[in-house]
C-alpha cells in the first residue's frame, strides 16, 4: 500500500486505493487519472479561508452571524450544494445537502459550527483577531508574522500558521470541507456518499436551540451516519477519532458578609471576610493531588480493565504535554491524561471579589463570587453533580439562599451562601467504540494515510471538551463519531488561535476519502 503521508497525493491513487477496500462494501469507479495535489486544493482555498476568519462571529451578536451564514450560503452555493437557513431566534443554522439519496447511497450528515469564543483584542499579539495573518517560528522558536503570500508558496511549508479567532475552532474545518469539494470537483469525481451538513451558530454558547432544530428539521438531517470535525488531533500528529465528549455545566457560587463594604482597617479583624470564607469552602472541595473530594463525584464512572488498556494504549508523551502547558506535576486524578479525562472534573473558572490594582480600596468586600465549570460524564450528568455540590456546601456549615440574603438570614446564619445552576453546553454523550461507524473510519483513515505504525489511528474513548453532541444524536437517533482535524496546540477559546497549515492539508484529504468511501453501519 503506498503511503499517503506527504503532502503531494493524486487523487487517482485515492480513488484506486478506496477500489481496494472491498471489505467495506466500497464499490468504486474506476481510478481517476488526472492527478490532483491536496496542497493545490489548499493554495486555492486560502484566500476565502482569510476572508471568512475577518468575519466577527461571538454568537451575542445576531447580525454578526447572519453574515457569516450569508458569506457560508455563498460558498456552498459555488459548490453545488443547496442550502437552507434553518431558523434559530435570530441566529439561524445553516443546512447545506449535496446529491440526492439513490439505491445503495448512504448518507453521511457533517456537523460543525462557525460561531467563536468572546475575544480581548489586547491579548493578541497581532493587530486585530478578525484580521488574519501568518505565522512562522523564527530562529529563536518565537512567533513572527510573515506575508499571507506565504500560503502561495511551492512546496507549500507545512508549519506555517494562521492566526485568527475561529481558526481552528471551527471556521478551519468548514473551509477543508469546501476544498475538498473543490479537490473533487477538479477531478470530475462525485462523492460515494449522500452529503449533508449542518453547521451550528451558538455552540460556543451551549447550542440552546440545537436540539429543537434538529427536532423541526429531523427529516431533512435524517442519515445513516453523523460525522463531527471538532476538536484537536492527537498531539503526535496522528489521525484521530473520539468516541464521545463530556458535558459541560455552569454553576455560580457566591459567599455573602457584611452588608456592604466595610474600612479594613476599622473592622479588619472583627467583620469575615467573604473572599477568605470562599476560599476556604473551594478549597475544602479538592485536595492536594487536583481530586475532587465531594463524596460520591468519580462514584459513577467505573472502568473495566480493557477499556483502561484502550486508553493506555493512546500513547501520549505525558513529559511534552506538561513542557507545552507550563507544568511540573499533573493533578492525580488518574495515572493517565486519557483516563483522566473520562471523570467529571470542577474547574473553578473565574473568582471575583472588590477590585484589585490601582483602584482597589483597603476594605472588607461584602460579596465574593466563582464561577464554576463541572464537565459531565453520560455517567455523571448536570444535575447529579450539582445536587452532590449542593450537599457539599450545607455538610461544611453554610445556609444557601436564593438571591441575596435577607435581614432575618443575616441575623440567624453566620455562613450565608447563593449556589445557583446556570446552565450547561450541551450534555455528554458516547458511542461504543466497537460501533460499525466507528471502524468504518478507522479504516478509511488508517489506509488512507498509510501503513506505517506511527500513523494509525488513535481512539479516543472520551474527549475532554464540550459538544452539542447529545442534542443531534438524540434528536436524530443517528450513530456518530467525533473526527478532530485540527493541530493540538491551537490555543482554541484562547488568545493567539491558530490552525497549522500542514493539518489543514492533512483535513481536505480526510474529508475527501471518507466521502469517497462506502459508509459501513
Do not use: C
Amino acid at each position: 500500500m503506498p503511503s499517503m503521508h506527504g503532502t503531494r497525493v493524486g487523487l487517482a491513487v485515492v480513488v484506486g486505493m478506496m477500489m481496494a477496500m472491498s471489505a467495506m462494501g466500497a464499490n468504486a469507479s474506476q481510478p481517476i487519472e488526472r492527478g490532483i495535489s491536496y496542497e493545490d486544493a489548499a493554495r486555492a482555498s486560502f484566500p476565502e479561508l482569510l476572508e471568512f476568519l475577518a468575519l466577527p462571529n461571538d454568537a451575542i451578536a445576531p447580525a454578526d452571524i447572519r453574515a457569516n451564514v450569508a458569506w457560508l450560503e455563498r460558498a456552498f452555493a459555488k459548490r453545488g450544494f443547496t442550502t437552507k437557513q434553518l431558523p434559530n431566534d435570530g441566529k439561524p443554522l445553516l443546512f447545506a445537502e449535496y446529491g440526492k439519496p439513490m439505491p445503495g447511497r448512504k448518507t453521511l450528515l457533517f456537523y460543525m459550527h462557525f460561531d467563536g469564543q468572546p475575544v480581548l483584542p489586547e491579548q493578541w499579539a497581532q493587530p486585530s483577531p478578525w484580521q488574519p495573518v501568518v505565522k512562522k517560528r523564527n530562529a529563536a522558536g518565537a512567533w513572527e508574522i510573515v506575508p499571507t503570500t506565504r500560503l502561495q508558496d511551492t512546496p507549500l511549508d507545512p508549519e506555517l500558521r494562521v492566526f485568527a479567532r475561529s481558526a481552528s475552532d471551527d471556521k478551519g474545518p468548514i473551509m477543508m470541507l469546501l476544498a475538498a469539494f473543490d479537490t473533487l470537483r477538479s477531478a470530475d469525481a462525485e462523492p460515494r456518499n449522500h452529503i449533508k451538513v449542518i453547521l451550528d451558530s451558538e455552540e460556543e454558547k451551549g447550542s440552546p436551540g440545537l436540539g429543537a432544530v434538529a427536532k423541526a428539521h429531523a427529516d431533512l438531517l435524517r442519515s445513516d451516519g453523523l460525522l463531527i470535525f471538532d476538536g484537536p488531533r492527537h498531539a503526535s500528529g496522528r489521525p484521530t477519532l473520539a468516541f464521545g465528549n463530556r458535558g459541560n455545566a455552569l454553576a455560580t457560587l457566591t459567599v455573602y458578609g457584611p452588608r456592604n463594604p466595610l474600612h479594613s482597617g476599622h473592622y479588619g479583624n472583627y467583620a469575615p471576610n467573604p473572599a477568605q470564607r470562599l476560599a476556604a469552602l473551594l478549597a475544602s472541595m479538592k485536595d492536594d493531588d487536583g481530586r475532587v473530594t465531594i463524596d460520591g463525584y468519580y462514584d459513577r464512572v467505573v472502568l473495566s480493565d480493557g477499556e483502561r488498556a484502550i486508553l493506555a494504549e493512546v500513547g501520549d508523551d505525558e513529559a511534552a504535554i506538561r513542557k507545552r502547558i507550563g507544568i511540573a506535576r499533573a493533578e492525580g486524578v488518574a495515572p493517565n491524561y486519557q483516563e483522566a479525562m473520562q471523570y467529571p472534573s470542577l474547574t473553578i473558572r473565574g473568582l471575583q471579589s472588590a477590585v484589585v490594582g490601582e483602584k482597589g480600596a483597603n476594605i472588607v468586600p461584602h460579596k465574593a463570587v466563582a464561577e464554576l465549570d463541572l464537565r459531565t460524564t453520560p455517567e455523571a450528568g448536570p444535575d447529579h453533580l450539582f445536587g452532590l455540590l449542593q450537599a457539599h456546601v450545607r455538610k461544611q456549615g453554610w445556609h444557601l439562599v436564593d438571591g441575596e440574603p435577607t435581614e432575618v438570614d443575616r441575623a440567624t446564619y453566620d455562613r450565608i451562601a447563593s449556589l445557583t445552576y446556570e446552565g450547561g453546553g450541551g450534555d455528554a454523550a458516547r458511542t461504543p467504540m466497537d460501533a460499525p461507524i466507528g471502524a468504518w473510519a478507522y479504516t478509511v483513515l488508517g489506509r488512507s494515510f498509510g501503513d506505517a505504525p506511527d500513523m494509525q489511528p488513535v481512539r479516543i474513548r472520551m474527549m475532554g471538551g464540550s459538544l452539542p453532541t447529545d442534542e443531534l444524536v438524540s434528536a436524530l437517533k443517528v450513530p456518530f463519531v467525533i473526527v478532530p482535524l485540527v493541530n493540538g496546540d491551537n490555543n482554541q477559546h484562547s488568545f493567539d488561535e491558530n490552525l497549522r497549515v500542514g493539518n489543514y492539508v492533512d483535513g481536505v484529504k480526510t474529508i475527501v476519502l471518507l466521502t469517497m468511501t462506502l459508509i459501513d453501519r
